[in-house]
């Protein structure tokens, strides 16, 4: 079964800063981009960043940009954001997804909340 | 990046259709064959009803269909069923970035 686990959500002060990890499992992860996308507190889906299946290309949010960094690690199946000068306006629930094309945002896991407050 | 656009709600009764829109511009609807739609149910994570514009995931219903002409994609739903009461979002891909609309609730009557 394809899966996709994201963890190391919680709550931390404006100015700190947060790593979020996302494993996969049931399929060979290398082989394909991941997405990471939050969603505040009854708000829609925004897109947070994309990252190849080797690391070669990586993008971001502007709103993001210079903050956040995306990675992988193929051997562990495990993608990560590393969120720094978090703000008020980043808290959110954090989601990871496979990306099969350029539309094909499929499976989703099941999120992880991120809360910036002092 | 900007959101694409759709209307806040619609509704409709069971066995009904309804069509949900989403407005994008040449850079990004209109520039590319990338769009896709995602349902979400309260507190859960969204799901792939439709990439590509058009294309159905397995598994999912044949009651929903969705086309695009021009900056405008469209959703639309058949037979409405209490299940289908959702959060329905639209996205496209755009120059590396990935677009989502604000999304829209259908309530089913």
């Known amino acids: 079964e394809v899966q996709l686990v994201e963890s190391g959500g919680g709550l931390v002060k404006p100015g700190g800063s947060l790593r979020l990890s996302c494993a996969a499992s049931?399929?060979?992860?290398?082989?394909?981009?991941m997405i990471w996308v939050r969603q505040a507190p009854g708000k829609g889906l925004e897109w947070v960043s994309s990252?190849?299946?080797?690391?070669?290309?990586?993008y971001y949010a502007d709103s993001v940009k210079g903050r956040f960094t995306t990675s992988r690690d193929n051997a562990k199946s495990s993608l990560y954001l590393q969120m720094n000068s978090l703000r008020a306006d980043d808290t959110a629930v954090y989601f990871c997804?496979?990306?099969?094309?350029?539309?094909?945002?499929?499976?989703w896991g099941q999120g992880t909340l991120v809360t910036v407050s002092s | 990046q900007s959101a694409l656009t759709q209307p806040a709600s619609v509704s409709g009764s069971p066995g009904q259709s309804i069509t949900i829109s989403c407005t994008g511009t040449?850079?990004?609807?209109?520039?590319?064959?990338?769009v896709s739609w995602y349902q979400q149910h309260p507190g859960k994570a969204p799901k792939l009803i439709i990439y590509d514009v058009s294309n159905r995931p397995l598994g999912v219903s044949d009651r929903f269909s969705a086309s695009k002409s021009g900056n405008t994609a469209s959703l639309s739903i058949s037979g409405l069923q209490a299940e289908d009461e959702a959060i329905y979002y639209c996205?496209?891909?755009?120059?590396?970035?990935?677009?989502f609309g604000g999304g829209t609730r259908l309530t089913v009557l």
């Open positions: 040449s850079s990004d609807i209109g520039g590319y064959k990338y």
């Open positions: 049931g399929f060979t992860f290398s082989s394909y981009s």
């Open positions: 997804a496979r990306v099969r094309g350029f539309s094909k945002f499929d499976p």
């Open positions: 996205s496209s891909y755009t120059n590396n970035n990935i677009s």
């Open positions: 990252i190849s299946g080797r690391s070669s290309d990586i």
